[in-house]
């Protein structure tokens, strides 16, 4: 397969046609970006790494930190972790609250902010310091030490976010967040604004699609059942109110963000992120969403 020919072409495609969408300014820090940009690499397991576009420019990794956020959780609690979060579809827009007082306060599942805020709350009592967990394991394995929390972001999001703020409350009045609320918050918030590339986005998740492990050193995060298990929640539950249709047209397991970024893996072959910063209606990028349609149509490189 010629990936390189492919992505450069599709990519191509994808800009031929108008741009859709809006950035996210409910973070105002993410409001003045240039929107047209479109980025898009793939990490093969074999080690060979694939670019085009826009691949090279940082962007906030939002809610696809989630998905690093549970690795972290499940890796020390295991199956314990279910007793807090659930791991069905929710339906449900990202930053819904309409579910939690029917469930009694149990998201459910890790990837809504519900979720990720309880996953948040428990990584406070597992880890001595979480921040410093979960960029040690974004430098490890993405090759990379020089990734790092975007202040402004962070900021710019702690001032506005009045929906995680009524979430982590309405959770703690639930019985199922722990700590203090301002310190869950400020963790979530500080991961949420991870600034990364899409180069370094694939390579950290390429483990994902290598049985949990990294393919250089052989640096394990999870083992091979539990993989499996968050490649399942990726794909059940990694585009919210739209993770039905992410599966139908692009098949595979995945995660979105608000910066503008998807991450997508086929187990045993390759990661890929792209990233475009105008969002559809249900908070993921529209070209990013465009590219990997046409890229799995094309290639046949889906779990399906
Ligand atoms: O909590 C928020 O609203 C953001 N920090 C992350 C939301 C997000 O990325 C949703 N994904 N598409």
Redesign the pocket.
């Known amino acids: 397969m010629n990936y390189q020919q492919i992505i450069e072409r599709i990519h191509q495609e994808v800009l031929l046609h108008k741009n859709y969408g809006e950035v996210a300014d409910y973070?105002p820090e993410l409001a003045g970006i240039d929107d047209d940009q479109f980025g898009v690499c793939l990490a093969h397991v074999d080690g060979k790494i694939y670019r085009t576009g826009d691949w090279q420019t940082h962007f906030s990794l939002?809610?696809i930190v989630k998905v690093l956020l549970l690795s972290l959780a499940y890796a020390r609690l295991g199956g314990q972790l279910w007793q807090r979060v659930g791991v069905e579809p929710s339906g449900t827009p990202?930053?819904s609250l309409g579910t939690l007082e029917h469930d009694d306060g149990i998201p459910r599942n890790p990837f809504s902010?519900a979720g990720a805020l309880v996953v948040s709350d428990v990584l406070l009592d597992l880890y001595q310091d979480p921040k410093a967990a979960l960029l040690d394991l974004i430098h490890s394995f993405s090759g990379d030490e020089g990734i790092q929390f975007d202040r402004n972001v962070a900021e710019s999001?702690k001032a506005e976010?009045y929906?995680?703020v009524a979430l982590v409350n309405f959770l703690k009045s639930l019985g199922n967040i722990h700590n203090d609320v301002d310190d869950v918050l400020a963790l979530y918030?500080d991961c949420?604004s991870v600034a990364i590339n899409c180069e370094q986005l694939a390579k950290t998740f390429l483990f994902f699609a290598n049985n949990g492990q990294t393919i250089d050193d052989h640096h394990r995060l999870l083992n091979r059942s539990q993989t499996k298990r968050i490649n399942a929640i990726m794909l059940t539950c990694g585009f919210?109110d739209e993770a039905g249709d992410f599966a139908y047209q692009v098949g595979l397991p995945g995660k979105?963000?608000?910066?503008g970024g998807i991450v997508a893996v086929l187990p045993k072959e390759f990661s890929i992120a792209v990233w475009s910063p105008r969002l559809n209606e249900k908070?993921?990028s529209y070209r990013g969403l465009k590219f990997l349609e046409q890229f799995t149509t094309e290639t046949g490189q889906s779990i399906f």
């Open positions: 973070i939002q809610s990202f930053n902010n999001e976010g929906r995680n918030f949420c919210y979105s963000g608000v910066g908070g993921n």
